[in-house]
Structure formats: C-alpha cells, structure tokens
C-alpha cells in the first residue's frame, strides 16, 4: 500500500519547524536566506521598472516596497495565523511568472492599470485556497512533483546563459575561472564542511566567486559607491490604483486570472513540498498547512498590487536549497529574515553590494539550487507513484514544456500578448497538465453517494452500502467482503481519530466508484486531530496490539491497497483503495 513510503527517513534534517536551533545556527542561516530573497526581489523589481522607462525615484520605492512586503509574508508563512501561513520556512519576494504581462500591462495603461489588475487577479488565489478540497484529484502531488521540474529546468537554461555573460574583452578564462570558484566553494563545503560551517556553504560559494571576479574587474565597484547608505523612499513616486476600470483592464484581466491561478498552483505545490524536505520522516500531507501557504501568498500579491510593485511568491527553489544544503528548517528563523528583508529595504546600499556581484556568481548559485529542485521534483512523483495515469501525464507535461520552452513555438518577442504567454514553457506544461489531469477525471466513471451520521450506529446502512455497489460492479464474494471490512474499518478509525460517538454529530459522506480492478472509496468529515496516513505508516514499528484502536488501524491497513487522508480547513477526507481478488 502507498502508506509504507511515509517510512522514509531525511537524516539530513538537523532541526524541524518546531525544534529550535543554536544561536551561531540561526544568525548563519538568516544572512543566508535574507541574501537569497534581497537579490532575487531586486533583480525581479529591477527588470520590471526598467521595462517601464521609469525613473529612479520609482525604482527605489519599488524595491523598497517589495521587500517590506516580501519580509512579512515571510515572517506569515513562519507562522500559523488562522487560515494564513504554512508555519514553515518559506522565503518570499517579488517573483518572475508576472514579469512578461505586467510590461504589456504598463505599456498598455500604466502603472495604475497594473495596480488594479494585481489586486483583482490577487483573490484567484484565495478562492483557490477556499477551494482545494474540491480541487484534490486535479493538484495531486505527482501534479506538483512535475511542477517543479518543470519549473528547475526551465530555469537552468537562464543560469547556463547568465554564466556566460561578461563585458566586453573580458578574458575569456574569466567567466569559467569565476563558476568554478563559486560552485566549487558551495559543492565542496557542503560535501565536506561539519557542523556550523556547512551552514555558510552558499555564502562561502558567493564570496568566492566575487573575489575572483573583482581579479578580473568583473566586480561593479562603481554601481556600488553609488548607492546611498540609508533612504527613505518618496512616497510622491506611489503610482495608485485605477478605479475606472477601463477596457485596458479588462482585456488584460483574463491573463493575470490565468497566471495567478498557474502561481497558486505551484504555490500549493510549495506547501506539499515544504511538509517532505523539512521533516526528517516523510508524513502525510497536510492541506492546511498548502491552504495556509495559498492564502499567505495571495495577500502578499494583494499588498504588492496596493503598493504599486510586483506580485509576492514564495521562493520554493532557494527555501527548499536552503533547509536541504544547512538541514536546519525551524521556522522561526523566517522571522529574522522578515525582519532583515524590512531593515534593508531602507539601506540602499547593501542591497547594490550584492547586485554588484557579475551574472556568473548568479548564474553558478542558480544551478545548483535548480538541480537540487530538480531532484525534490522527481523524489515528490517516486513517492506517490508512478502507475500508467502518472507517467502519462508527467511524460507529456515534460515533453510539452520542454518543447515549447527550447524551440521557442509560439515566439517570445511576439507583440500579441497571449502568444507571448504561449511562449512560457513552463506556463504551456503546467495548464497541459492540470488540463490532462481534469480530462481524466472528468471521463472516469461516476462516483456514487452515501449521506450519514458519523456514528457506530450507522455502520449497517454504510455496509449494505458498499455491498450493493460490490454486486453491481460483479465482484465476488471474497471481494465484496474485503470490501465491506475495510469500510467498517475506516469508520472505526475514523472515530477513534475523532470525538466519542455519543459526541460526534458530524456528518460523514461516503463516495465510492471503481476503475478497472479497483474500487476507491472517499470518506469525507470534520476533524482536526489525528492523521489516519501516518497513524497507518508507523503501524509497523509498534510491537504489539495494544487497545481496539490499534486493531482498528491495523486491520485497515490489512484490507485496503492503498489509504492517504487529507486535512484541510472544515473537512477531512480520506480516500481508501481496494483490489478486486481473482
């Protein structure tokens, strides 16, 4: 059954999102993050408003913007507000996927315009959020396993490019001299460094690469001299919201929808991924902690439209590069790099120190974060699965996006916009991928309904139940049995996980429909306890039966080929698959 998986050990994980880490620990790895977010969420600012022709009085209060909002998403995803934030480490910044549109849109009708659409498209993702356990079959793990993927090899060409971009009669030793400074720095220390120096890995790679760079004059002393220390950003530069609403918006509106709702998509992948890498035991997945991530996301997007800067996301590759390269996970460490993400937005002048540094440092750093993406990517779809639906669908997800990302189909400098989108790799795969994923079950067969009370008392009707769809379907006898138990068992389990009987007055829904040689079974309720997944995927390491419970537990495991339970805010719903027999 998939359970055993959730066995798998991390021994790379020093500290969890709740385990505390030293003090020289934490201040390593907050410099560590803070430079990861400062650089992509300048670089990201930077080519947008540069694209705009705005002046430097915008550009300043972009940026500054932007990593203040940047640094309290940050800080809201460390923590567990309601239904906002994941409670993991997760760095946050100005992101990429709105880079192509918002220059269309700022050409089209201005900053104001770009505002506005922002701040509409910003809710997709709180309805997505709200909606997630309808859309569970859709975002599956395998869904955000290809993803990322997807997403590491898009962007290892842009490192490749970037690690070759050097001025002119520049030594062609070079460029080659400064990656192989940067990589071999960050590799070696990180294979061979021990305790807190393995920490320091990527900065170490970092200073290398700089160092060699300013040998050969790589380095921009000048842009750095520049910049002041400490600067308050002009309010008067504040673009505003435009209220009119005219046809500009409107065209455009459909195309931020899309893409903001292409974002939250790998926004909930980030959340699934961000549970695996930063426990040292694989659990089942929680949805809250995804809806949680979604939402937090969603609002720094609503923030960044309101400031007149680019959407917020989560940087999954750099976060999960992070916790994998230091092993240290615990969240409160997204605090401190909140913090710092808001104290440098008003010191100019650490931020050029780090844009001082050439594209090849960059470009070095970029790999070797994608590569270790890349990995996480393939590890998400090995551990759920690959049967003859999954390798499908990430086979022509893979073969699709990398099709359109390299030979360039639809054409990126193509002044249509929904060609420019079409252009977009990674945009093109993920929609094919959700859009195969919703065409499969959309075509599967009908799923058929139980309405109960979630009690011991209505185990009579659930199995008469489950025995009428057995003999309609045509299993046999010993089937239909296997069948009928692992429904009591569910039930059972259910309320052991839960309240008392006499308690419980939750309503349970129960869907069930077969595919092929298999019957799945849903059983959707509230709760807000125990995960049924991982009490199943530790069965194996108790010694004994110790109560009824336990038994319960066990001979669920016994029947079913397959059981996940997923929780999400108001419902939980746990999904149980069982083999025909003969």
């Known amino acids: 059954m998939r359970a055993a998986p959730l066995n798998t050990l991390n021994e790379n994980i020093r500290n969890e999102p709740e385990e505390p880490c030293s ?29 705009s022709d705005e002046g430097q009085a915008y550009l300043s209060w972009a940026i500054c913007a932007a990593l203040v909002i940047g640094g309290a998403i940050t800080a809201l995803q460390a923590s567990r507000i309601g239904r906002f934030g994941a409670g993991h480490l997760l760095l946050c910044g100005a992101g990429p996927h709105w880079v192509a549109i918002s220059v269309v849109a700022i050409n089209v009708g201005g900053w104001t315009t770009l505002a506005s659409l922002i701040v509409v498209s910003s809710l997709v993702q709180f309805a997505f959020a709200a909606w997630l356990p309808v859309l569970r079959r859709i975002i ?41 400074a940067t ?34 004059n790589l380095y921009d002393l000048e ?90 996301v989560v940087y999954s590759p750099s976060s999960i590069s992070l916790i994998s390269l230091t092993g240290i996970a615990f969240r409160g460490i997204g605090y401190w790099i909140g913090g710092v993400l808001i104290l440098v937005a008003f010191f100019p002048k650490i931020t050029a120190l780090l844009l001082a540094a050439p594209s090849a440092v960059v470009g070095s750093l970029l790999l070797m974060v994608m590569g270790m993406l890349l990995v996480e990517g393939m590890r998400m779809i090995f551990r759920e699965g690959l049967d003859q ?48 994923t919703t065409l499969l079950e959309l075509t599967s067969p009908r799923a058929k309904r139980l309405e109960v009370e979630l009690r011991t008392s209505s185990l009579p009707r659930i199995d008469g139940f489950l025995n ?38 939750t309503r349970l829904i129960v869907s069930i429909r077969s595919q092929d040689s298999v019957v799945e079974m849903d059983l959707l309720c509230v709760f807000e306890e125990q995960n049924i997944e991982d009490r199943l995927a530790y069965m194996s390491e108790e010694a004994q039966v110790q109560d009824d419970r336990e038994l319960s537990f066990r001979l669920l495991r016994h029947h079913a080929s397959s059981v996940h339970h997923r929780k999400y805010h108001g419902v939980d719903i746990i999904t149980v698959q069982v083999e025909r027999i003969g």
């Not at 490192?159 to 001299?177: D, N, Q």
């Not at 969603?298 to 007149?308: D, E, H, T, V």
């Not at 006898?477 to 008392?500: D, H, I, P, Q, V």
């Open 23 to 51: 003090l020289q620990a934490t201040a390593s790895v907050t410099l560590q993050g803070a430079l990861i977010a400062v650089i992509n969420t300048v670089v990201m600012v930077t080519i947008v408003v540069r694209a």
């Open 468 to 505: 009428d769809f057995a003999a309609n379907i045509g299993w046999n006898e010993e089937s239909a049995n296997r069948l009928r138990a692992a429904g009591e068992e569910s039930l059972l389990c259910l309320l052991s996980s839960g309240t008392k009987d006499e308690e419980a007055g």
């Open 183 to 216: 990589l071999g720095a960050a590799v070696v220390i990180s294979l061979k460094g021990s305790g807190i120096l393995r920490l320091w890995a990527p900065l170490m790679g970092i200073l290398s690469g700089c160092i060699v760079a300013a040998v050969f």
């Open 389 to 436: 639906r999954n390798t499908l669908i990430v086979a022509i997800t893979l073969a699709v996006g990398l099709g359109v990302e390299s030979l360039n189909v639809f054409g990126m400098r193509s002044d249509s916009l929904w060609i420019s989108i079409l252009g977009n790799g990674t945009t093109v795969g993920i929609l094919v991928m959700i859009s195969l």
């Open 140 to 180: 599956t793990p395998v869904v955000c396993g290809a993803s990322l993927m997807l997403i590491s090899i898009s962007v290892i060409a842009v490192a490749v490019e970037k690690l070759a971009r050097v001025p002119e009669g520049t030594p062609v030793i070079a460029s080659p001299l400064v990656v192989a």
């Open 223 to 312: 842009f750095l001299k520049r910049a002041p220390w400490f600067q308050m950003p002009s309010f008067d530069a504040w673009p505003g919201l435009d209220l009119s609403l005219g046809t500009e918006f409107w065209t455009l509106l459909p195309t931020f929808v899309i893409v903001t709702l292409v974002v939250a998509v790998k926004t909930g992948g980030d959340g699934v991924v961000m549970q695996q890498v930063s426990l040292r035991r694989s659990r089942a997945i929680d949805f809250r902690v995804v809806q949680g991530t979604v939402n937090a996301s969603g609002l720094g997007g609503l923030l960044s439209g309101l400031a007149g800067t680019p959407p917020t």
